[in-house]
């Protein structure tokens, strides 16, 4: 017993005087150390996040409910919900938000009803396979912008022209000329830049899936229907859900496409809910509004995506 | 017999994927071909191949917007914020993998809801934020900018990536006197090579082609235009000069469609990794 107590004791001398003052240090010095790397790392990213993303979206409640002309914030004078009771007679509004959902509908099913038959064309030994990766991909490169721009002169002058040469009236079509068309025309032109990613990243999904659990799908007897909707569309859920979530946020959030393919014409009949902003804030001056337009927009993005990953999530399954 | 029908099959595949790629190029063709007509030529006939390859649209074009000047500035502002985001992004999330604090969990957390914000919710307000730290019109400004919307997914993409590095490797730098900083990057930072290219890549498409920051950010500043907004300068409402539009939309696709071509197999490797939720 004394000895054990005795060796307690040296062991105590041992590791230094005074130990609780020298913990002290130790522990401040630990402390300093830790927040001179906290601020170095985790510093800028902050500073540049804060700045840039979350000061505007917090100032976004507070000009929503003001008559902001985008000028001078100085003479922006408080309204309360001024804007809110204007936004809900406001027509333009609610037609870009109808207009939207149809857009988002219609270009979710066809992006990946064909980007899913091109990820299993492409899982077949084709000899050309990585060169058609490559071609459906391409679109997907090049700026929305741009591709708005590509497709104004194929709806208005290339399509004409075929039209003329072939007769066939799908080309004689007045493109961009009607509400109907022009929203068909911003469908093809999403689709045909979109495919070819919702592409890959289904076919890094298929590639995934153990052979032998189709090998035994088909020993069963299952006809190819059955190993689609049994065996396929189970095991690749995860893809399904992040492609589902990211044509459904690009579709919703359409603006690049929008603003140089038809500038939301005719009219406004094909006037998406980013560009209404846009044009409310930038052609009418009217930032107030359009901020209150840009908060809930954003309102409906979230409440869109989130309920599509909660559903999809919720239907995967592990192989 | 089995074999040679499984051959015809495939052979039918390849020839209806085939069919749908040329439908998928159609559109490339002709801006192609058309942005060597005269303005005449593609009024008459937009489907038939150039009969005079007419090439001074494109030196029209090419003095007109200023080419070289608009390319650097695209190019000088996408490798300027792609580096800085690399660098910043991949600091913090190794602070937040290594040094889980309540804090540091929270500014994750954070990070990863904004990813949802639609730029238009925030353009407005940015607008007079920018103008008020005097961002507006500068180079440091618009990158400022790309760095704060491109921290969320690179963030996110390092994370998951750093969780699986092994931290023994660390361990054993720092018990030979390496610090915080040298740890990282002579240590952990040439581990995260795959997750880079990913990262360079994803911004590197989207800072490229961005169209509305450019418009908002540098706005009246025409020194710093960047390469798609100066070529919708030929698209105004009433002007329809196709022979210099699409020259104009050809010399700005080129550069992008380069990058990709070269760099294509990491491109599909980067979109997947990027896409796959950790």
Request: hydrophobic share 55%; proline share 4%.
């Amino acid at each position: 017993m004394k000895k054990a107590l005795g060796i307690a004791n040296e062991s105590k001398l041992g590791t230094g005087i005074n130990p609780p003052a020298v913990q002290a240090i130790r522990k401040k010095r630990g402390r300093r150390k830790g927040w001179g790397q906290q601020i170095v790392f985790l510093g800028p990213c902050l500073l540049f996040f804060l700045t840039i993303v979350v000061t505007p979206f917090i100032l976004g409640f507070y000009y929503s409910s003001t008559d902001w002309n985008g000028l001078d914030l100085d003479k922006a004078v408080w309204t309360g919900s001024a804007n809110w009771s204007r936004i809900l007679h406001d027509d333009g509004f609610w037609n870009s938000l109808y207009f939207t959902l149809r857009f988002t509908v219609v270009s979710v099913i066809i992006a990946n009803v064909l980007a899913l038959i091109l990820a299993f064309m492409l899982m077949a030994s084709l000899k050309t396979k990585n060169v058609l990766r490559t071609v459906f991909f391409m679109p997907n490169v090049i700026g929305g912008i741009l591709l708005g721009y590509i497709w104004q002169f194929i709806f208005t002058k290339g399509f004409a022209t075929i039209g003329e040469l072939t007769h066939i009236p799908f080309f004689k079509l007045p493109w961009l000329g009607t509400p109907s068309t022009g929203f068909w025309g911003l469908v093809i032109v999403f689709v045909w830049q979109t495919a070819g990613y919702m592409m890959i990243i289904y076919i890094a999904s298929l590639a995934g899936i153990p052979k032998d659990l189709v090998e035994a799908a088909k020993i069963d007897g299952a006809r190819p229907a059955q190993l689609f909707r049994s065996v396929y569309v189970p095991l690749i859920m995860p893809a399904i859900t992040i492609c589902l979530f990211l044509t459904i946020s690009n579709a919703f959030k359409m603006f690049d496409l929008n603003l140089s393919l038809t500038k939301g014409g005719p009219g406004t009949s094909t006037q998406s809910l980013a560009y209404n902003i846009y044009a409310e804030a930038l052609i009418n001056n009217r930032y107030g509004l359009g901020t209150a337009k840009a908060l809930l927009f954003f309102v409906a993005v979230s409440l869109i995506t989130i309920t599509q990953v909660l559903i999809t999530k919720r239907k995967e399954v592990s192989a | 017999m089995h074999v040679s029908q499984y051959k015809s099959k495939t052979f039918a595949l390849e020839i209806v994927a085939i069919l749908l790629a040329l439908l998928f190029l159609a559109p490339f063709y002709l801006v192609l071909s058309n942005s060597v007509k005269t303005l005449k030529e593609i009024l008459l006939d937009a489907a038939s191949f150039p009969q005079v390859f007419h090439f001074s649209n494109y030196s029209d074009v090419w003095k007109m917007i200023d080419f070289p000047q608009a390319f650097w500035n695209s190019f000088q502002i996408t490798v300027l914020s792609v580096l800085l985001i690399v660098v910043f992004s991949s600091m913090a999330a190794y602070q937040i993998v290594r040094k889980p604090t309540k804090f540091n969990s929270f500014v994750f957390l954070l990070l990863i809801s904004a990813m949802i914000i639609p730029f238009q919710s925030l353009m407005l307000q940015l607008v007079r934020v920018t103008s008020m730290l005097e961002l507006r019109g500068e180079l440091y400004g618009i990158v400022a900018c790309y760095l704060g919307f491109g921290m969320p997914l690179s963030v996110f993409l390092f994370h998951g990536f750093i969780k699986t590095v092994p931290y023994e490797l660390e361990e054993a730098a720092r018990v030979d006197g390496t610090g915080p900083f040298g740890v990282f990057f002579r240590i952990v930072f040439p581990l995260l090579m795959p997750i880079i290219v990913t990262v360079v890549i994803l911004n590197t498409l989207w800072i490229w082609n961005d169209y509305l920051l450019p418009v908002l950010i540098i706005g009246g500043n025409k020194d710093l235009t960047t390469l798609p907004v100066a070529v919708t300068k030929f698209f105004g409402q009433y002007t329809k000069k196709w022979d210099l539009a699409l020259a104009g939309l050809v010399m700005a696709i080129v550069p992008v469609l380069l990058f990709f071509l070269s760099l294509q197999k990491y491109i599909v490797e980067g979109v997947t990794a990027g896409s796959v939720k950790g």
